[in-house]
């Protein structure tokens, strides 16, 4: 699962590649018009970042459908990796050459929705053979901007709590189970850290970016916090249940010094291979990279007095209109492409998580269990993601001021109080202005 | 007899306007030719942004729709946002400490290697390696030997008594870290441009001032140093550019933290437009960029001038 990459500079050189091309087109709409039929045939193409198993996987999956539909041909474009997909769509836009179908990440949706050449699905996933509420509701509300849908879920993952068993025993300290409360989850940590091995209780993400806010995220909802208000126009963090988890924070990172603060270079997956982070919160594309040797659980997310809650990052397939034909073409391909058979194949050929509820009825989903072990907790995690970050072009803006001040109260420079003041000032300046 | 050229010579002379102009112009045309690749791709790839990026400065723009016409708006933006004046801090403090010590240090490796000693040009190969090797690489072998708890450089010192520090992960240390990271990957290419002064000195100048009972110390400072004034204006004023521009080193290792300390001008820019779309912002705050570059370096060239031996 190597969907998730690292940025490199790649990214970089993507986006500013993205820049010029934008420059130089400035904003010339509409579809290419590259006539791709001929006796009924209609040739489409999908853009995708998938590598290694996946890539294999959906390969497979395009070569059979290919084979026992030739009036609808896919041609699967690699996107270069998943990180750079949006700035190259934007450029494709831009230029006017795009793909039918494409992935996105899920926290791309914002700055896709809306626009003339994406395709607004809200009809037909609204078609009862669809069935859209068979997606995990986070998931619908991951690819709804405005009340309209414009993608349709392509990979799923949440955070869970994967531990190291043998320096749990080591320890003395029991394993975590599914009603740990945040104390349970502090004092572990605590006790699982020692300072002359250089050996740490938990591991934490601290460069910053969206990493750093979305595992903050799941705290603030454990606490029964919100980030904005129903309305989305102001922030709502700034909260008693947003100072809970910034403390908890605090009292982990500063206080205890049971927390390893990665610098965002991915290195806290090394050091749990090597036994020296007992814990982390992190998604099923990790556990691919976790050795052979290491023996791991999985639970389920501590609470605090309330829902164990959890949060995902849905990334979606999302349509582009390259005239009425293709655009048919490509909704008949997606539908099949994500159908509970086709799907639950996929996941089968992976280890990823079912998108669709009714993936686990399926017979071969205990086949599925038995593959991936790892794979359970984080399937039946999947329900205590309640709530989705919200799809608006401000998110980021809200991002970055979390994500930058919970860096301070990480190292213990800015106090949880301090750090949501000026978390919230810069959040609902970026609200306000709504830029 | 007012001709003296023979009849031959006559009809030369009248076509030789029009030959001239065939020659000059197929000369010409040819060279064109020769370069339109280049001017083509610089005006497409150079030429088109710079001016497009001053059109959407004006502009609030995502980059893709149709952007609207603000005026001013983005500039005066600039001037109360306190993210920008503090990237703009980062960025003087770097560019500050980084220029002087990359000179310096350069000279003074270059001198080191500028004579014959056996395998010298495996210690120049060394000098130069970092200069090739790719900024991924750099920072990752940079992010684990300062790495604040399993790093060789804090094992180092605590075997000497000195507490661990936290580098990248510390607020006021990080941006020196990147100092010492890019010093190390620019020092290579200052040291090959003085190697390359150096020889050219005249062996002569050295010879005269030893005769004149000069030291080696004294010779190097005096004779040496101030005919490198050259190359030290070039390396100062290059060096201050991409000084400026700083962006990859921060990308890889700090994104911009902790808390901002190391949010330098570009990487700030970067964040605008590709982080919040803000395009025309972005365009602003570039367009700043570009004339502080303009006049630090006309500042700097009019300075060099002054003190330069070059053309003496």
Known sequence: MASRTRRVTALAAGALAALSLAACSGGSGGGSSTPSQSGGVVEITMSHGYTDVEDKAITAQVAAWNKSNPNIQVKLVFNGGNDGALQKTLAGMAAGSMPDIAYEYGSSMAALAGRPQVVDLTSKVNDPAFNWKDFYSFERDAATSDGKVYGIPALVDNLALVYNKKLFDAAGVSYPTDTWTWDDFRAAAKKLTDASTKQYGWAYVADGSEDTTWRWLAMLWQAGGDLVTADGTKSAFNSPAGLRATQLLHDMAVTDKSVYLDQGNGNYLNLFNSGKIAMMWTGPWDLSSINADVSYGVQILPAAGGAHSSIAGPDNWVLFNNGAAREQAAWTFLSWLTSAQTHGAFTMATGDLPTRESETKLDSYTGYLAKYPGDAVFVLNLTNVTKARPNTKTYPQVSQAIGSQMQGVLIGQTSPQDALDAAAQQADAALASGQ | ?312
């Open chain 2, 1 to 312: 007899m007012t001709t003296t050229t023979s009849p031959a010579e006559v009809p030369a002379a009248r076509s030789r306007p029009s030959l001239l102009r065939r020659v000059w112009w197929s000369d010409s045309l040819a060279g064109w030719a020769f370069i339109s690749p280049t001017v083509l791709l610089i005006g497409l790839f150079g030429l088109v942004p710079v001016v497009w990026a001053f059109v959407l400065s004006f502009e609030h723009n995502d980059l893709i729709s149709p952007g609207t016409w603000v005026g001013l708006d983005n500039y005066r933006k600039l001037l109360h946002d306190p993210q920008f004046a503090n990237s703009v801090r980062n960025t003087v403090v770097y560019t500050v400490i980084f220029v002087p010590v990359c000179v310096v240090g350069a000279l003074l490796v270059a001198a080191a290697l500028n004579r014959r000693v056996r395998g010298i040009s495996f210690y120049r190969v060394a000098v130069f390696i970092p200069v090739v090797t790719s900024t991924v690489a750099t920072a990752t072998m940079f992010g684990w030997l300062m790495d604040p708890d399993f790093g060789l450089v804090n094992a180092g010192l605590n075997k000497i008594g000195i507490a661990s520090q936290g580098f990248f992960r510390d607020p006021h240390e990080a941006l020196f870290v990147i100092v010492l990271m890019t010093v190390w990957g620019w020092l290579g290419f200052g040291v090959i441009i003085y190697l390359a002064a150096l020889q050219s000195v005249s062996a002569d100048l050295l010879e005269a001032a030893a005769m004149d009972g000069c030291t080696r110390w004294r010779a190097f400072w005096r004779v040496e140093v101030p005919l490198l004034a050259p190359a030290t204006l070039f390396l100062v004023i290059w060096l201050t550019i991409n000084a400026l521009q700083l962006f990859d080193e921060i990308f890889v290792t700090t994104k911009g933290g902790p808390v901002g300390s190391t949010t330098v001008v570009v990487y700030y820019l970067y964040v605008q437009a590709f982080q919040f779309f803000n395009g025309g912002y972005a365009s602003a705050i570039a367009y700043v960029l570009f004339l502080a570059i303009l006049v630090v370096t006309v500042i700097q060239l009019a300075a060099g001038r002054r003190f330069s031996y070059g053309q003496r």
